[in-house]
């Protein structure tokens, strides 16, 4: 069983900066799409980035955080990260990794990943 653990959450001001990571329990990861969601209270979870598989390193981003913030990946370290910049009040919630279990391919769709990590709160005051 793959296992995904956030890390880098926190409590920032308004036009601030965190960097989240993710890092994979295998070494197979690298070859899988893997991505970022977050999901604030009251509110479905929604997609933030994605990043394709096997060295392709293609990225989508959500309309909402395009520009601010930055997906990534080490292959080596079976990690992946998210820089986020110009953080803003409604970027608070929590963040959860996830890869998909076969595909390459980057989704912006929930239910195409199959694992998922604990998540990291992330908390934007004004």
């Known amino acids: 069983q793959v296992q995904l653990v956030e890390s880098g959450g926190g409590l920032v001001q308004a036009g601030g900066s965190l960097r989240l990571s993710c890092a994979a329990s295998?070494?197979?990861?690298?070859?899988?799409?893997m991505g970022w969601f977050r999901q604030a209270p009251g509110k479905e979870r929604e997609f933030v980035a994605a990043?394709?598989?096997?060295?392709?390193?293609?990225?989508v981003y959500s309309d909402s955080v395009k520009g601010r913030f930055t997906i990534s990946r080490d292959n080596a370290k079976n990690t992946m990260d998210l820089q986020m910049n110009s953080l803003k009040p409604e970027d608070t919630a929590v963040y959860y990794c996830?890869?998909?279990?076969?595909?390459?391919?980057?989704?912006?769709?929930?239910?195409?990943?199959?694992?998922w990590g604990q998540g990291t709160q992330v908390t934007v005051s004004s």
């Open positions: 996830a890869r998909r279990r076969y595909s390459l391919f980057y989704s912006a769709r929930p239910h195409d990943f199959d694992y």
């Open positions: 990043i394709s598989g096997s060295g392709g390193g293609s990225t």
């Open positions: 295998d070494v197979t990861s690298s070859a899988y799409a």
